[in-house]
């Protein structure tokens, strides 16, 4: 690939000197949420493989031919999606330099690059070492199988085991050095600690003599084997005077000791690792449509969010993920899985890649994993030992619009056939097991399931609702997401050739959208509402979610309403850092997360997540091109606002994608954690309303809203095999290409119709 690619380009955009997140798109992290050791040279916060921690990583340490430790200091940090580089101070007359990268290859890599700026050589030990809990066998256990050793590399197994006892996942690791080793050191030891990257905690402080270890291996000992596994490979490391020399230390992770062995070598023997990370980010960047604008927080939010879409991807086979996805953050713990309220809205991101893989499978693995009665597990597992059908969490989602969407941009049917049983199975067990009185309206059971705790709406039908026990509303989100699913099936049949289900489809989803209509709107709030299932009479609580319908056919002129009188109401939903999930006026509001005094992690009283935001962007420019076209200049300034705050304390340098913001201020919830946060579809929103590519069954809408740029560009969008590109300046005005040839165009904004 040549270096002046557009992605080589956008690495460098995204630079900065405040981050530290390292990924390579396959199974493997590095995103330590809040890190206590970040100036330590190597990787000692945890990192992730798949849905499981892992950690401590390694550390190195730098000893000075007196065998004592030559203490290193952090003097400039610098960031790219590529690689973190650490300057460190000059130290015994070297300069050094780390590049940090996780490679393609799942290998956490650092490259030591050191300067000798004296007339005279110098001779350093670079001794690489880790810290490994052996664990125990038992019921929820992890332990640390043998230890191999060889000439190259250290390579372990750790195994999960299930509550019987019985191994449920293993991950093999791989730790080498690029160089011949020197000496090298295996001890275990009781644990103490906490302990950290210091030398001095180490066995090897008091081992390392005479510029060696003692090449030992005592890996049991005393009246048990528990404890802290001490693993140190030593090179002996001599920099010729005003020279250079390097050296690549890395840990892999993998399904299994001998791939993870390979993949160590791959990232150990490369001419330049680096460079392997930065070709597969600029890869990556060069495989989604190439968007430039004249603001620069649009252009750099919509690169950003590949990133951290990128980041966050899962690419490899695993028996519970067969397809690429994408996890929903950073964090180990709940956020590190396929979590199907996020899975789908990363359709309607994934699939302006090239590749509708992440599209699609994001879908597809859910189906895969479909319990019995036809429900979608809230988050995928990856252990082998578990059973989605002895789980009970879900999130409901909009999954029928979103594939509807995938198919629109990629044409698969094939796809569609493949999925086609297991939406219709999903969408039977909404018809049986959330809607029984048979109102066209459905369930919501408990306030987990729509992602959304902590909501005055669902006091309404129980008092004890923040308490986490069962219930049941009728919810206009819950509706909207079965309307669009009912939908989608209506027009998939006809597609897949099961043209007798359409009209089944289309009965439900008619039935389903006068219920919402006639039962949730109320004329004189105008608002729609959820409903109480026994009593039908609608709540009055105003939420994010009530402006759900506008992003379907099911709101109409004669709703308008709710948009002008709450949604673009200061004293309610239009605040300086939009979306709040909970309007201004209701009792229970809060922007500071306060829920009943206390402030909590998931508040959706006020706050404004990026979720619900990008739902009602949706809404009000779905409904400024559809219905009232007199909306456009506010779903424009809407747009722009959410993406604004995504920008800490407004600056163009920290662009970020947290779960929610302050709705005042925009302040973020530094506290959690959870930046690059995967819960919302910012990109889609930028491609169809400020670039204005709206792919229809038969042809593509160009109809960018009115954001009163000088210019913008978009090009390599991919749309059943071609290629669109829409261009617009104010002196040449709006135009469209298709595989390189103009097919419209425009003195204005004005909607264009190009057929494909």
């Given at each position: 690939m040549a270096k002046e690619s557009r992605g080589y380009e956008i690495i460098e955009m995204l630079g900065r000197r405040d981050k530290w997140f390292l990924g390579g798109g396959t199974a493997c992290l590095w995103a330590p949420e809040w890190p206590l050791h970040l100036d330590a040279p190597g990787f000692w916060e945890h990192g992730t493989y798949l849905d499981y921690d892992v950690g401590p990583l390694f550390t190195a340490t730098l000893l000075g031919q007196d065998d004592r430790e030559i203490p290193l200091e952090v003097e400039g940090r610098s960031w790219t999606p590529a690689a973190l580089t650490q300057v460190y101070k000059p130290a015994g007359g070297l300069k050094l330099t780390e590049e940090k990268c996780l490679t393609p290859d799942d290998c956490f890599t650092s490259r030591f690059t050191f300067e000798n700026t004296t007339g005279s050589s110098n001779t350093v030990h670079l001794v690489v070492w880790t810290a490994i809990p052996r664990g125990d066998v038992g019921p929820n256990r992890r332990y640390i199988s043998e230890l191999h050793f060889t000439k190259e590399a250290v390579t372990f197994t750790r195994v999960e085991t299930n509550s019987s006892g019985k191994p449920s996942y293993s991950i093999g690791f791989a730790l080498g050095v690029s160089r011949k080793l020197t000496s090298y050191s295996m001890n275990i030891a009781e644990a103490g600690g906490p302990y950290g990257p210091q030398w001095r905690y180490t066995p090897f402080y008091e081992k390392f003599a005479s510029g060696k270890l003692g090449n030992e291996r005592k890996l049991t000992g005393g009246t048990n084997d528990r404890g802290l596994i001490f693993v140190a490979l030593h090179v002996r490391v001599t920099v010729p005077?005003?020279?250079?020399?390097?050296?690549?230390?890395?840990?892999?992770?993998?399904?299994?000791?001998?791939?993870?062995?390979?993949?160590?070598?791959?990232?150990?023997?490369?001419?330049?690792?680096?460079?392997?990370?930065?070709?597969?980010?600029?890869?990556?960047?060069?495989?989604?449509?190439?968007?430039?604008?004249?603001?620069?927080?649009?252009?750099?939010?919509?690169?950003?969010?590949?990133?951290?879409?990128?980041?966050?991807?899962?690419?490899?086979?695993?028996?519970?993920?067969?397809?690429?996805?994408?996890?929903?953050?950073?964090?180990?713990?709940?956020?590190?899985?396929?979590?199907?309220?996020?899975?789908?809205?990363?359709?309607?991101?994934?699939?302006?890649?090239?590749?509708?893989?992440?599209?699609?499978?994001?879908?597809?693995?859910?189906?895969?994993?479909?319990?019995?009665?036809?429900?979608?597990?809230?988050?995928?597992?990856?252990?082998?030992?578990?059973?989605?059908?002895?789980?009970?969490?879900?999130?409901?989602g909009d999954w029928g619009r979103a594939a509807r969407d995938v198919w629109r941009v990629h044409g698969n049917d094939k796809w569609l056939s493949e999925i086609y049983l297991g939406l219709s199975k999903y969408a039977r067990y909404l018809e049986d097991e959330r809607d029984a009185e048979g109102l066209g309206l459905y369930d919501v059971v408990n306030q987990a399931e729509t992602g959304q705790e902590y909501m005055s709406r669902y006091l309404y039908v129980d008092a004890k609702a923040d308490l986490w026990g069962p219930l049941q509303l009728k919810g206009v989100d819950a509706t909207v997401y079965a309307y669009g699913i009912q939908r989608a099936l209506e027009w998939m049949a006809e597609r897949v050739g099961r043209s007798a289900d359409a009209a089944k489809w289309k009965e439900a989803a008619d039935a389903t959208r006068e219920a919402v209509r006639s039962r949730m709107w109320d004329e004189k709030a105008e608002m729609f509402f959820d409903v109480h299932p026994s009593t039908h009479r609608r709540s009055g609580r105003s939420a994010a979610v009530c402006f759900y319908p506008f992003f379907t056919d099911i709101a109409t002129k004669e709703h308008l309403g709710a948009l002008s009188k709450h949604l673009l109401s200061p004293k309610e939903f239009w605040t300086d850092y939009p979306v709040p999930s909970t309007s201004i006026a209701d009792e229970y509001f809060s922007a500071e997360g306060e829920w009943k005094g206390k402030r909590h992690n998931c508040p959706w009283n006020g706050r404004s997540w990026l979720m619900t935001s990008s739902h009602v962007c949706d809404a009000l420019g779905s409904a400024s091109v559809a219905v009232e076209p007199k909306l456009k200049v506010k779903a424009a300034e809407l747009l722009r606002k959410v993406i604004g705050m995504t920008f800490l304390e407004g600056d163009l340098e920290r662009p970020s994608s947290y779960e929610y913001y302050h709705p005042f201020t925009g302040v973020a919830p530094y506290w959690r954690g959870t930046d690059d946060y995967m819960h919302s579809y910012i990109v889609d929103l930028i491609i169809r309303f400020v670039a204005g590519v709206c792919p229809q069954d038969e042809f593509v809408m160009v109809e960018p809203l009115p954001f009163k740029l000088e210019s913008f560009s978009i090009g390599k969008v991919m749309i059943r095999g071609r290629e669109l590109g829409v261009t617009y300046t104010k002196k040449g005005g709006l135009k469209v290409t298709v595989d390189g040839k103009q097919r419209a165009k425009a003195r204005a904004l004005q909607p264009l119709k190009v057929k494909i």
């Open positions: 005077a005003n020279g250079k020399r390097e050296v690549v230390v890395g840990l892999a992770a993998g399904k299994t000791e001998n791939y993870a062995g390979t993949q160590l070598q791959n990232a150990l023997s490369s001419k330049d690792v680096i460079e392997v990370s930065r070709a597969n980010w600029a890869s990556f960047f060069d495989s989604v449509p190439d968007f430039a604008c004249s603001d620069p927080y649009i252009e750099k939010c919509y690169w950003y969010r590949w990133f951290g879409l990128r980041l966050n991807m899962i690419s490899i086979k695993d028996e519970r993920l067969p397809h690429p996805c994408v996890f929903e953050g950073i964090n180990p713990g709940w956020f590190r899985h396929a979590i199907a309220y996020s899975a789908q809205v990363h359709m309607r991101e994934l699939r302006w890649m090239h590749d509708p893989s992440a599209a699609e499978g994001s879908l597809s693995n859910f189906i895969e994993n479909q319990r019995r009665n036809g429900s979608f597990v809230g988050g995928i597992v990856t252990g082998s030992g578990w059973n989605p059908n002895e789980s009970e969490n879900i999130y409901l």
